[in-house]
């Protein structure tokens, strides 16, 4: 341990005396944040961006009253500017559109809708999702929207004593619940400000960044007959590897830490109020690019090699997962579901906005999932590493 701990305080000094890396790994990210965020806040204008209405089948077996009040929002103006609705008579074909992609999502609405609402709970009610991520969002925050504000006023009716019975018309109640919706939507993650979107893109991608210079400093030390008289010392070859990985590690939290701090303070960036959940994205994300960055460095046997591979297939997973291109869709929105930033973007982002914030969960359960491979694998090659060196 001993050992270990030397080696990574070698490492995180001999990084420290490097100033074109320091100036690439901090100063570049919060330098991009700026001009992108400047020269592209127009895209992200609240009044100026209409977002691709989703096309929705709706499976109703709900005969109460919430029925009356679920059919007045669906046909109201504001929401028909999102949601095409089609009715359907079953679930069976509700599934096959969805597979034929005659609608984006489908809705399933059980018997006991009304029941649920009427006692101020929540309504149960099952969202199938078609192939657009972006879509189904879309869809489950106007959805979302609709069942938490009726289950809230019904719920305050019945503290005040009126017995479950709605004081409103079906015309007043569904005028009120889409005036609420319209309001949620101002959080929505299409209504992020372009600061907010880049400081969450770039983090990401120069969290990535971050990773590959551990693997390159393996090599290049390699290359430099410089760690063969570390191992002379003696040092066994994995506290070496171990070592120089660790300091990487906290090198590339620092980043993040400083990243976020900075963009809070300075560009006046709302993180959010889950912050925890943003932190174990930019850990994940930092296993992930150091664990990746280890495997190629067992495979390539090259700085020069790795350094070339891996910053392209960086540049690569950035622009699919829409670093580059303002919420990318259709056929690189699925591309980009193979990118280690589309799981880590699409959860800071989340939980950045405080919507659908479930999702961002998953999300990060898919990236602990692929961190883990990766880290497998680097073990696997990290062996290949210190067969070099001996």
Same mark, same amino acid.
């Given at each position: 341990?001993?050992?270990?701990?030397?080696?990574?305080?070698?490492?995180?000094?001999?990084?420290?005396?490097?100033?074109?890396?320091?100036?690439?790994?901090?100063?570049?990210?919060?330098?991009?944040?700026?001009?992108?965020?400047?020269?592209?806040?127009? @895209?992200?204008?609240?009044?100026?961006?209409?977002?691709? @209405?989703?096309?929705? +089948?709706?499976?109703? @077996?709900?005969?109460?009253?919430?029925?009356?009040?679920?059919?007045?929002?669906?046909?109201?103006?504001?929401?028909?500017?999102?949601?095409?609705?089609?009715?359907?008579?079953?679930?069976?074909? *509700?599934?096959?559109?969805?597979?034929?992609?005659?609608?984006?999502?489908?809705?399933?609405?059980?018997?006991?809708?009304?029941?649920?609402?009427?006692?101020?709970?929540?309504?149960?009610?099952?969202?199938?999702?078609?192939?657009?991520?972006?879509?189904?969002?879309?869809?489950?925050?106007?959805?979302?929207?609709?069942?938490?504000?009726?289950?809230?006023?019904?719920? +305050?009716?019945?503290?005040?004593?009126?017995?479950?019975?709605?004081?409103?018309?079906?015309?007043?109640?569904?005028?009120?619940?889409?005036?609420?919706?319209?309001?949620? %939507?101002?959080?929505?993650?299409?209504?992020?400000?372009?600061?907010?979107?880049?400081?969450?893109?770039?983090?990401?991608?120069? %969290?990535?960044?971050?990773?590959?210079?551990?693997?390159?400093?393996? $090599?290049?030390?390699?290359?430099?007959?410089?760690?063969?008289?570390?191992?002379?010392?003696?040092?066994?070859?994995?506290?070496?590897?171990?070592?120089?990985?660790?300091?990487?590690?906290? $090198?590339?939290?620092? @980043?993040?830490?400083?990243?976020?701090?900075?963009?809070?303070?300075?560009?006046?960036?709302?993180?959010?109020?889950? *912050?925890?959940?943003?932190?174990?994205?930019?850990?994940?994300?930092?296993?992930?690019?150091?664990? %990746?960055?280890?495997?190629? +460095?067992?495979?390539?046997?090259?700085?020069?090699?790795?350094?070339?591979?891996?910053?392209?297939?960086?540049?690569?997973?950035?622009?699919?997962?829409?670093?580059?291109?303002?919420?990318?869709?259709?056929? $690189?929105?699925?591309?980009?579901?193979?990118?280690?930033?589309?799981?880590?973007?699409?959860?800071?982002?989340?939980?950045?906005?405080?919507?659908?914030?479930?999702? +961002?969960?998953? %999300?990060?359960?898919?990236?602990?999932?692929?961190?883990?491979? $990766?880290?497998?694998?680097?073990?696997?090659?990290?062996?290949?590493?210190?067969?070099?060196?001996?």
């Amino acid at each position: 341990m001993r050992n270990i701990l030397h080696v990574m305080k070698l490492e995180l000094l001999q990084i420290s005396r490097m100033r074109s890396v320091l100036l690439i790994l901090f100063v570049l990210p919060l330098l991009l944040i700026f001009v992108l965020g400047s020269a592209l806040s127009s @895209q992200f204008s609240a009044n100026e961006y209409t977002p691709e @209405q989703v096309k929705l +089948a709706v499976y109703n @077996q709900d005969t109460g009253m919430m029925k009356s009040i679920l059919h007045q929002f669906f046909q109201s103006t504001k929401t028909q500017e999102i949601l095409e609705v089609t009715n359907v008579d079953s679930e069976m074909e *509700l599934k096959n559109r969805i597979q034929a992609r005659e609608v984006d999502g489908g809705l399933i609405i059980p018997a006991t809708f009304s029941t649920e609402i009427m006692g101020g709970r929540t309504a149960g009610w099952t969202y199938v999702a078609g192939p657009s991520t972006s879509k189904n969002d879309m869809a489950r925050m106007m959805l979302q929207a609709f069942t938490d504000q009726t289950t809230q006023s019904q719920a +305050a009716a019945i503290v005040l004593g009126v017995n479950g019975t709605p004081t409103n018309s079906s015309n007043q109640k569904a005028e009120s619940i889409n005036a609420v919706k319209i309001g949620k %939507l101002q959080d929505n993650l299409y209504e992020a400000s372009s600061f907010q979107y880049y400081s969450c893109t770039m983090l990401i991608m120069f %969290l990535l960044f971050g990773g590959m210079s551990s693997a390159i400093s393996l $090599l290049r030390e390699r290359e430099n007959k410089t760690l063969q008289r570390m191992i002379a010392a003696p040092v066994a070859v994995s506290h070496v590897i171990l070592g120089k990985l660790l300091g990487a590690t906290i $090198l590339s939290i620092m @980043q993040g830490a400083i990243i976020i701090g900075f963009t809070g303070i300075v560009y006046g960036v709302d993180w959010g109020e889950h *912050l925890l959940g943003v932190g174990l994205t930019v850990f994940f994300t930092v296993i992930a690019s150091i664990s %990746l960055a280890a495997a190629l +460095a067992g495979i390539l046997k090259s700085s020069k090699a790795v350094e070339s591979i891996y910053s392209t297939i960086v540049f690569v997973m950035t622009f699919l997962s829409g670093g580059m291109v303002v919420f990318v869709g259709g056929e $690189l929105e699925s591309a980009g579901k193979f990118t280690l930033n589309y799981w880590a973007n699409g959860s800071v982002f989340r939980f950045m906005m405080g919507v659908d914030v479930n999702t +961002a969960w998953h %999300l990060l359960f898919v990236l602990m999932g692929i961190a883990g491979v $990766l880290l497998l694998l680097a073990v696997r090659f990290s062996r290949r590493v210190g067969s070099i060196y001996e």
